[in-house]
């Protein structure tokens, strides 16, 4: 099975900032990458899918990239409501495989 | 517009069986296939199984083959989710979304609101 690790698990920002985060896969997933953002008691949205393409409606200040085992989600200026948490996922291959999660926190 | 809405969670005990129902509106539910995942308490996402457009092709996490079964009705735009031989482990929040996208290059989009599943004696 393919791995997703996402670094940090956990990250402390303000309004404003630029935050980057990290996904890795195991072995190489081209760019069979997506992204989902999931707020407390509520189901996760598709963010960024085929690592850099964003979804219909998603502010432009969302972007991603990566290609093979190195992917990267980046919120330009973080606005309140992106504090939430944020999931990569692979569709490369089954069994198809999430991150762990990061927590963007103010 | 296009919805998902789960059912048939709820509280059941080890050992025993659930089916979990998602039925589907606002687009043409033959035409896609349709995933499973699921969130434990305060915890991530676990993909748990896929079934394509045709109901022939469906594939399994490994912590729940076996044990789980994905299958369809297009008559009634539902997937489902038989859960047999339940642990407290399976207690989670149980989402049904759609696969979006073509071959390797897919998402899950839209998902269901989710529906609870409680498994204790």
């Known amino acids: 099975d393919i791995q997703m690790t996402q670094s940090p698990s956990s990250l402390s920002a303000s309004v404003g900032d630029r935050v980057t985060i990290t996904c890795r896969a195991s072995?190489?997933?081209?760019?069979?990458l997506n992204w989902y953002q999931q707020k407390p008691g509520k189901a996760p949205n598709l963010l960024i899918y085929?690592?850099?393409s964003l979804h219909s409606g998603v502010p432009s200040r969302f972007s991603g990239s990566g290609s093979g085992t190195h992917f990267t989600l980046t919120i330009s200026s973080l606005q309140p409501e992106d504090f939430a948490t944020y999931y990569c996922?692979?569709?490369?291959?089954?069994?198809?495989?999430f991150g762990q999660g990061t927590k963007l926190e103010i | 517009q296009v919805q998902l809405v789960e059912s048939g969670g709820g509280v059941v005990q080890p050992g025993r069986s659930l089916r979990l129902s998602c039925g589907a509106s606002?687009?043409?539910?033959?035409?896609?296939?349709m995933h499973w995942v699921r969130q434990a308490p305060g915890k991530g996402l676990e993909w748990l199984a896929v079934?394509?457009?045709?109901?022939?092709?469906?594939y399994y996490a490994d912590s729940v083959k076996g044990r789980f079964t994905i299958s369809r009705d297009n008559s009634k735009n539902t997937v489902y989710l038989q859960m047999n031989n339940l642990r407290a482990s399976d207690t989670a929040i149980y989402y049904c979304?759609?696969?979006?996208?073509?071959?390797?290059?897919?998402?899950?989009?839209?998902w269901g609101q989710g529906t609870l599943v409680t498994v204790s004696s």
């Open positions: 979304a759609r696969v979006d996208g073509e071959g390797a290059n897919n998402w899950l989009d839209p």
């Open positions: 606002g687009f043409t539910f033959s035409n896609y296939g």
């Open positions: 079934i394509w457009y045709d109901g022939i092709n469906k």
């Open positions: 072995r190489s997933i081209s760019t069979y």
């Open positions: 085929g690592a850099s």
């Open positions: 996922h692979q569709s490369y291959i089954t069994p198809y495989t």
